[in-house]
């Protein structure tokens, strides 16, 4: 099946801006697809009856019950405050949005493709943890914008002097700026290159059947776990490997 249309849809001013600088990237990378920015909140939220937002979703964990998960790593960001970490079961937003998309646009040479800026999760059975996913591949396919942030692991080094920040007599917000180049932040202008990867990995998904990640490093395709190979893969050196550059070229003739 050919790839024919992209559509980025997002629900705040932030992610507004962000999805129209990912589809001029889109346009460079993919000319032969259209590309086209909806607004979310006229496509989705006006279809979505009270059932569908309770259903479930939602799951909120606080950091006392997080402390024992992947996700306790953002009480280490959190700068020292407690607080209430709403986080999204990214399968069932999938379920949810694929209930509402209009069915003249479910085929496969469409691509649905959601920034959304809550934390999304999915359940690990095998090691019994939530983790952050900044990708969710499918119909629609979802980038979370706060689970690039959160997911991908920081520096060790950055983990080492959060958990001693006491003894070494130095702030969070000192850890943060020693180790700016090497994590990606909200307000860093290297998201929307590290997004535009993730949404290459969403076409990429369609184009291969379902198959979205690559082994060789670096490749755009690559799945990386920690930070500084997501900086390198997407912002430094945004490359894809032999085999899916031909890919590419196959998918444009
Ligand atoms: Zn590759």
Redesign the pocket.
């Known amino acids: 099946m050919k790839l024919s249309y992209v559509h980025l849809y997002s629900s705040l001013l932030s992610t507004s801006f962000l999805a129209k600088k990912v589809s001029t990237y889109l346009h460079e990378f993919v000319p032969f697809i259209d590309v086209d920015v909806r607004s979310f909140t006229n496509y989705f939220r006006k279809n979505m009856i009270e059932e569908d937002i309770e259903d479930n979703m939602m799951i909120q964990l606080s950091h006392e019950v997080n402390a024992n998960t992947s996700l306790g790593e953002l009480q280490n960001s959190s700068d020292d405050t407690c607080q209430k970490m709403m986080i999204i079961d990214g399968f069932y937003l999938q379920r949810i949005y694929s209930r509402i998309m209009d069915k003249n646009e479910m085929q496969l040479d469409h691509l649905h493709l959601i920034f959304e800026d809550n934390l999304v999760c999915t359940y690990d059975e095998n090691d019994k943890r939530y983790h952050a996913r900044p990708i969710i591949c499918g119909s629609p396919s979802i980038i979370s914008i706060s689970s690039i942030i959160e997911g991908p692991a920081k520096p060790k080094g950055y983990y080492f002097k959060q958990m001693l920040k006491d003894l070494l007599s130095i702030s969070s917000k000192e850890i943060e700026k020693e180790f700016a180049d090497n994590l990606v932040r909200y307000d860093d202008p290297r998201l929307i290159h590290v997004a535009t990867g993730y949404a290459i990995q969403a076409i990429f998904f369609f184009l291969t059947n379902g198959n979205p990640f690559?082994s060789?490093y670096p490749?755009?395709?690559?799945n990386s776990h920690w930070q500084e190979e997501l900086i390198y893969t997407q912002v430094i050196n945004p490359v894809?490997?032999k085999?899916?550059l031909r890919i590419l070229t196959e998918a444009g003739k």
């Open positions: 690559c060789q490749c755009r395709l690559f894809l490997c085999e899916h």
